[in-house]
């Protein structure tokens, strides 16, 4: 809903894994390059998306205004399947602090866009939102 809000076109899906699902389940593997709110290049195609390391910093809103350094829930590995089982805030239905959930980084190109830390699920984090 905030990319229809801010005018961008097509179906995005939330970069983030359960139990049951995760990226490399459900989106669809383009082989058009991935860009951000101001046509920079994040990636090539879904391959070079997860391949480990990305072309540039993930740091644009949907508005194209910019991100604060921040980390994103993913749970997600750099392949986009699900993280080590458990890291995933129970499924994303927990917010008790004894519980984890695995982010990553938005300020950064390597691996740890998608795979940083462990993050306790009582705090707050952003999503990745990609057109798919």
Do not use: M
């Not at 995005?12 to 709110?37: K, N």
């Not at 392949?79 to 938005?106: F, K, R």
Request: proline letters at 4%; a negative charge.
């Amino acid at each position: 809903s905030l990319a229809a809000g801010a005018g961008l076109e097509g179906k995005y899906l939330a970069w983030i894994s359960d139990d049951s699902t995760s990226p490399s389940a459900r989106f669809y593997r383009s082989i058009a390059p991935y860009v951000q709110t101001d046509g920079a290049i994040v990636a090539n195609n879904y391959y070079d998306l997860t391949d480990g390391a990305i072309g540039r910093e993930i740091d644009l809103d949907e508005n194209g205004d910019p991100v604060p350094t921040t980390v994103i829930w993913t749970s997600t590995n750099i392949d986009g399947t699900l993280a080590p089982s458990g890291n995933s805030c129970l499924n994303w239905t927990s917010n008790v602090g004894d519980d984890n959930g695995i982010s990553g980084e938005n300020d950064t190109i390597s691996f740890f866009w998608t795979f940083g830390s462990n993050l306790s699920c009582s705090a707050r984090a952003r999503l990745y939102c990609i057109r798919n």
